[in-house]
């Protein structure tokens, strides 16, 4: 009996297919960006989130900052309602994304004023600044995690912690006093609207010795926040 030989048969090769790997690792990535994103905006909506990168920028370069967490009790209403009339009329409306307002600013062709409240929360807590599609890309993901997350009062209290008033001046609580000797809890409309006035350029601008641009700012930002408080777009920020 003549026995046969069996041929083992090999399996076939599997071709390295870049493209189908990079779309495989993206989608992974993109994945891993959200959870993180997730987690990170979830413990921020009950603990202060730490320095971003630019205030941690600035630290190194002066060799320090002033800056203290203060919560939202602890400010005056008028200051969240000049804020919100100074950066962002329509906050209590929109969902992170103001596409009215990024609407006309592609119309006047400059794409400038139309970042929200919430991108520039995300952006100054947890990114860096600049103009890199890199960020963008970051902040479309994060802004609405923010939104969907954390109450809107909680928005504009992590803002006014985080915003830049001056040279090395962090946050409202530090702002109030480097200006004006108060406490946030102690601001006046127009202390308020002169805050509200210097964003989002503070290091070309004072809120205590204002040009007449800045003069002419808080006028029309005093109006606007005493507009907001009547016609009920505080309400979402308002306790």
């Not at 946050?171 to 308020?192: E, R």
């Amino acid at each position: 009996m003549v026995k046969r030989k069996t041929t083992k048969t090999k399996a076939p090769e599997r071709n390295f297919q870049p493209l189908k790997w990079l779309k495989r690792w993206a989608v992974r990535l993109c994945l891993l960006v959200v959870v993180l994103g997730l987690v990170t905006v979830t413990a921020h909506r009950f603990f202060a989130p730490p320095q971003g990168i630019y205030m941690r920028q600035e630290a190194a370069r002066l060799g320090g900052i002033k800056q203290s967490w203060v919560s939202a009790d602890e400010i005056a209403p008028v200051m969240f309602r000049s804020v919100v009339a100074a950066e962002d009329a329509n906050f209590c409306a929109h969902w992170g994304f103001d596409m009215n307002a990024i609407r006309a600013a592609l119309a006047d062709g400059t794409g400038r004023g139309a970042s929200t409240l919430t991108q520039q929360v995300v952006k100054n807590a947890y990114l860096w600044h600049g103009r890199n599609w890199s960020r963008k890309a970051l902040e479309a993901v994060l802004t609405p995690l923010v939104e969907l997350i954390w109450p809107k009062r909680r928005i504009l209290e992590v803002y006014l912690n985080i915003a830049e008033f001056d040279q090395g001046v962090f946050g409202v609580k530090a702002a109030a006093q480097h200006y004006f000797g108060v406490t946030p809890a102690k601001l006046s409309p127009l202390q308020a609207a002169r805050l509200a006035a210097i964003l989002p350029a503070p290091k070309d601008r004072s809120a205590s010795k204002p040009s007449n641009y800045i003069r002419k700012r808080t006028a029309r930002i005093r109006d606007g926040a005493e507009t907001i408080r009547r016609d009920g777009r505080a309400k979402c920020f308002e306790s």
